[in-house]
T-cell receptor, first 118, second 113 residues
């Protein structure tokens, strides 16, 4: 079974508007971390935001926020005030067992291609 | 100077060639990784090194041979590849192998003819 599911292969958003990129995950481990990465056309994967499974509040980093709904096992990325430079592939990833000292490696979703329209 | 540097950025090779991809990290990290990114597929973890020792090898064919001479450098030696090996190969590093986010290079785009 897929650990990370991103159901939106492509998304469009108007410049200056907010957009939500969906991510659901599957794990039976109570301790895990969720990551979002951005990959522009240059190829480099850029870390955006992190949410731990025990974190009480949703993570925020500038214009990025993570809508963490633990019961639904979803970790959607919200980008506010979209900019043209936000056009890129966005990947959701998960690392299980983060508190155990033997965490597994990151598992990535298939990504969402975001296009910001002028 | 970027944190993780990969060379070459683009490589075209025949199936009988031998080539190498190079990765260098300037972040003082202890762990380094090779990932393969094929079109419309999730990133696939290939190899993980921690303090120059290989700690994970995810059933990668032997035509891919990693080398980690020190904690700052990682190589991927390629020989007798197949066309389906054409992909973007991404190198990453992290503080430790179980914690923190990964810092990626820009990747090496490999085309096998």
């Amino acid at each position: 079974a897929q650990k990370i599911t991103q159901t939106q292969p492509g998304m469009f958003v108007q410049e200056k508007e907010a957009v939500t990129l969906d991510c659901t995950y599957d794990t039976s481990d109570p301790s895990y971390g969720l990551f979002w990465y951005k990959q522009p056309s240059s190829g480099e994967m850029i870390f955006l935001i992190y949410q731990g499974s025990y974190d009480q509040q949703n993570a925020t980093e500038g214009r990025y926020s993570l809508n963490f709904q633990k019961a639904r096992k979803s970790a959607n990325l919200v980008i506010s005030a979209s900019q043209l430079g936000d056009s890129a592939m966005y990947f959701c990833a998960m690392r299980e067992g983060v508190s155990s000292g033997s965490a597994r490696q990151l598992t990535f979703g298939s990504g969402t291609q975001l296009t910001v329209l002028p | 100077e970027t944190g993780v540097t990969q060379t070459p950025r683009h490589l075209v090779m025949g199936m009988t060639n031998k080539k190498s991809l190079k990765c260098e990290q300037h972040l003082g990290h202890n762990a380094m990784y090779w990932y393969k990114q094929s079109a419309k597929k999730p990133l696939e973890l290939m190899f993980v090194y921690s303090l120059e020792e290989r700690v994970e090898n995810n059933s990668v064919p032997s035509r891919f041979s990693p080398e980690c001479p020190n904690s700052s450098h990682l190589f991927l030696h390629l020989h007798t590849l197949q066309p389906e090996d054409s992909a973007l190969y991404l190198c990453a590093s992290s503080q430790g192998i179980h914690t923190g986010e990964l810092f990626f290079g820009e990747g090496s785009r490999l085309t096998v003819l």
